[in-house]
C-alpha cells in the first residue's frame, strides 16, 4: 500500500506598517489565503528603516490590525517584530524565522508589487531570496517581469512560478505572481483624506474606523457628514 506524505504547510508572512491598515491590505491577505491554502500571519513594523516614521504608534497599529482580522478565517497578528528591538530590518524577522521554523520548512513573504518594485532599498536583499520564497500582489498593468530594476530582475530570473504548490517543494527562493485587483487608495492617501475631513470611512473595516476616530488618529477631527452639526440632545 502506497502511503501518501503531505507536503510541508506553507507558512506565509505579510510585513508592514499597516498605518493603518485598509481594506487592500485585507483583500491581498485573503487573497494569498486562498491561493495558497495557507494561514497569513500579518507582522506589523515596529520601526520601518528605509521610509519615514509611521502616523500611529506600534500600539495603536497592531490593536487596528487585531480589530481589522477578527472572525476573518486563517488571518492571524505576529508581534514579534514589535517585540523586537531596533529597526524592523526583514532579513532578522526572516533569520528568526529559520532559526524557528527550521531550514527546510518554506516560507513565503508576501509583499505588494509596489514594495517588490523596491526590494532593492531593502538591507542585504539578495539575502532575503535565500531565506524565502516572496509572493507578489500585482497590481495590474505592473511591470514586474522584464519592467524590473536591472538588478533585481538579474536576480530573480529563472524564479517566477504560477503555481502556489510551487512554493511547498523547496524552503525559498521562487517568487509567485498573485493574480489580484488592488485598490487604489493607499494608506498614505487614507491619511491624507482623515486629516482633511474628506471621505474614508469606506476603506477601512468598521471596527478600524471607529478606533481611529476614537483614538483620534492621523488628525481625525470629525466624519464629513457630522462636522459642524450639533450635539444630540441628552436623554
Same mark, same amino acid.
Given at each position: 500500500?502506497?502511503?501518501?506524505?503531505?507536503?510541508?504547510?506553507?507558512?506565509?508572512?505579510?510585513?508592514?506598517?499597516?498605518?493603518?491598515?485598509?481594506?487592500?491590505?485585507?483583500?491581498?491577505?485573503?487573497?494569498?489565503?486562498?491561493?495558497?491554502? +495557507?494561514?497569513?500571519?500579518?507582522?506589523?513594523?515596529?520601526?520601518?528603516?528605509?521610509?519615514?516614521?509611521?502616523?500611529?504608534?506600534?500600539?495603536?497599529?497592531?490593536? $487596528?490590525?487585531?480589530? =481589522?482580522?477578527?472572525?476573518?478565517?486563517?488571518?492571524?497578528?505576529?508581534?514579534?517584530?514589535?517585540?523586537?528591538?531596533?529597526?524592523?530590518?526583514?532579513?532578522?524577522? *526572516?533569520?528568526?524565522?529559520? +532559526?524557528?521554523?527550521?531550514?527546510?520548512?518554506?516560507?513565503?513573504?508576501?509583499?505588494?508589487?509596489?514594495?517588490?518594485?523596491? *526590494?532593492?532599498?531593502?538591507?542585504?536583499?539578495?539575502?532575503?531570496?535565500? *531565506?524565502?520564497?516572496?509572493?507578489?500582489?500585482?497590481?495590474?498593468?505592473?511591470? @514586474?517581469? &522584464?519592467?524590473?530594476?536591472?538588478?533585481?530582475?538579474? +536576480?530573480?530570473?529563472?524564479?517566477?512560478?504560477?503555481?502556489?504548490?510551487?512554493?511547498?517543494?523547496?524552503?525559498?527562493?521562487?517568487?509567485?505572481?498573485?493574480?489580484?485587483?488592488?485598490?487604489?487608495?493607499? =494608506?498614505?492617501?487614507?491619511?491624507?483624506?482623515?486629516?482633511?475631513?474628506?471621505?474614508?470611512? &469606506?476603506?477601512?473595516?468598521?471596527?478600524?474606523?471607529?478606533?481611529?476616530?476614537?483614538?483620534?488618529?492621523?488628525?481625525?477631527?470629525?466624519?464629513?457628514?457630522?462636522?459642524? $452639526?450639533?450635539?444630540?440632545?441628552? @436623554?
Amino acid at each position: 500500500m502506497t502511503i501518501a506524505i503531505a507536503a510541508p504547510a506553507l507558512q506565509v508572512f505579510y510585513g508592514g506598517t499597516f498605518d493603518p491598515i485598509h481594506d487592500g491590505h485585507l483583500a491581498i491577505a485573503c487573497a494569498a489565503r486562498d491561493a495558497c491554502d +495557507a494561514d497569513i500571519r500579518l507582522l506589523p513594523a515596529a520601526d520601518p528603516p528605509h521610509r519615514p516614521p509611521p502616523g500611529a504608534q506600534a500600539g495603536d497599529r497592531a490593536a $487596528m490590525v487585531a480589530l =481589522a482580522i477578527q472572525g476573518v478565517s486563517r488571518l492571524t497578528l505576529d508581534l514579534r517584530e514589535l517585540e523586537r528591538s531596533g529597526p524592523s530590518w526583514t532579513i532578522d524577522t *526572516l533569520h528568526a524565522l529559520r +532559526a524557528a521554523l527550521g531550514a527546510q520548512a518554506p516560507v513565503a513573504w508576501l509583499v505588494g508589487a509596489d514594495s517588490f518594485l523596491g *526590494l532593492t532599498s531593502w538591507k542585504r536583499w539578495r539575502e532575503l531570496l535565500e *531565506l524565502s520564497h516572496f509572493i507578489v500582489a500585482q497590481r495590474p498593468g505592473s511591470l @514586474l517581469e &522584464g519592467g524590473l530594476p536591472t538588478d533585481l530582475n538579474a +536576480a530573480v530570473a529563472g524564479r517566477w512560478v504560477e503555481d502556489a504548490a510551487a512554493l511547498r517543494t523547496s524552503a525559498a527562493g521562487r517568487i509567485l505572481r498573485l493574480h489580484q485587483p488592488l485598490q487604489a487608495h493607499s =494608506a498614505t492617501d487614507l491619511r491624507q483624506r482623515i486629516a482633511a475631513g474628506a471621505s474614508w470611512r &469606506g476603506l477601512v473595516p468598521p471596527a478600524v474606523a471607529d478606533y481611529i476616530a476614537e483614538h483620534r488618529l492621523y488628525g481625525y477631527a470629525g466624519d464629513p457628514a457630522v462636522i459642524g $452639526m450639533p450635539p444630540s440632545p441628552s @436623554l
